[in-house]
């Protein structure tokens, strides 16, 4: 059997905003976008396009309740630094019960998803792949 996540979803009040948001965020592209959903993808000709799963965000009518079910982890270079310009773009972190001695920043967009940057992988752990 052959199978590929094509998208990951997320429910929004604003499609059209979250999507802007997080191609600021991500450095992706808006490939589609309408008042009930729209879609982000890996920056044209990056390794990641045509592999990555795409993001979508659909129109809901409720708010946010509760934590994710599921959520993104992102691995960036410099995760101070990311933490940084993320909370500049509108994001906070947030408590979902994670402990003081974790290795990640809980952080929320606006309209309260969660998300976690993660810390840098080590000059050996980068060697392995």
């Given at each position: 059997?052959?199978?590929?996540?094509q998208?990951?979803?997320?429910?929004?009040?604003?499609?059209?905003?979250?999507?802007?948001?997080?191609?600021?965020?991500?450095?992706?592209?808006i490939?589609?976008?309408?008042?009930?959903?729209?879609?982000?993808?890996?920056?044209?000709?990056?390794?990641?396009?045509?592999?990555?799963?795409?993001?979508?965000?659909?129109?809901?009518?409720?708010?946010?309740?509760?934590?994710?079910?599921?959520?993104?982890?992102?691995?960036?270079?410099?995760?101070?630094?990311?933490?940084?310009?993320?909370?500049?773009?509108?994001?906070?972190?947030?408590?979902?019960?994670?402990?003081?001695?974790?290795?990640?920043?809980?952080?929320?967009?606006?309209?309260?998803?969660?998300?976690?940057?993660?810390?840098?992988?080590?000059?050996?752990?980068?060697?392995?792949?």
């Amino acid at each position: 059997m052959t199978i590929r996540i094509q998208a990951i979803s997320f429910d929004a009040h604003d499609p059209r905003a979250q999507a802007r948001w997080w191609a600021e965020a991500l450095g992706w592209r808006i490939t589609d976008e309408d008042d009930d959903e729209s879609v982000l993808e890996p920056p044209e000709g990056s390794p990641e396009d045509g592999v990555a799963a795409d993001i979508l965000f659909c129109a809901v009518p409720e708010d946010k309740a509760v934590k994710n079910r599921i959520h993104l982890d992102l691995r960036p270079d410099d995760q101070a630094a990311e933490v940084a310009r993320y909370e500049a773009l509108g994001a906070r972190r947030v408590d979902v019960g994670q402990s003081n001695d974790v290795t990640w920043v809980v952080m929320a967009d606006p309209e309260g998803n969660e998300f976690c940057l993660l810390r840098a992988l080590t000059v050996e752990e980068l060697a392995e792949d």
